[in-house]
């Protein structure tokens, strides 16, 4: 059974040519299904080819959260709402910033990176730099939500780098804080 769980216990199902979001290293396309042994067990992997060129092994019959199917389009239309809303104020104490982003960065869904993002990119703004921290965060969770985004809707990342830059621009600083 070549399947994968996700945090509400949904099975997947991954066949070559799907796009797919590894936990850790966000966006990639399944290319084969393939059993390799390892001592004298034997046990099937998806070969992923990540976006960033590298090539990933993911266990078929894992049972933890390691992938979940890329977003659809209309997944990504949430995201571009998330982005036209004002920033949300973070939290003051830097440990629980942390904690937040790093939560969101683990599950990886699309709409709370992008809510995220918006709110990291709002609070750099506003105070005129993040820490070392939060601004390595901020690249990391910006670059895989580009990426998702670049793949789900067929656009080059070009043009979604500059079309999220502008929404977080026109939008991000507005007096409101929900969302």
Do not use: C
Request: hydrophobic share 35%; charged share 25%.
């Amino acid at each position: 059974m070549m399947t994968q769980l996700d945090t509400d216990n949904t099975m997947y199902t991954f066949s070559p040519g799907d796009w797919i979001v590894h936990r850790n290293y966000g966006i990639g396309q399944v290319k084969a299904i393939e059993t390799k042994a390892i001592g004298e067990q034997e046990t099937t992997y998806y070969k992923i080819a990540a976006h960033n060129g590298s090539m990933i092994w993911a266990p078929v019959d894992s049972e933890d959260d390691l992938l979940r199917p890329a977003a659809s389009k209309d997944e990504f239309a949430e995201v571009l709402e998330v982005l036209q809303r004002p920033s949300k104020k973070m939290n003051s104490h830097f440990q629980t910033r942390i904690a937040r982003i790093r939560q969101v960065s683990r599950e990886g869904n699309p709409v709370k990176l992008a809510r995220t993002v918006r709110d990291l990119w709002a609070r750099r703004s506003r105070r005129g730099q993040l820490s070392n921290t939060e601004e390595s965060h901020w690249r990391r969770l910006t670059d895989r939500l580009i990426a998702e985004w670049t793949v789900t809707m067929g656009l080059n990342e070009d043009q979604v780098n500059q079309e999220m830059y502008n929404l977080l621009e026109e939008n991000a600083l507005a007096s409101a804080s929900t969302s």
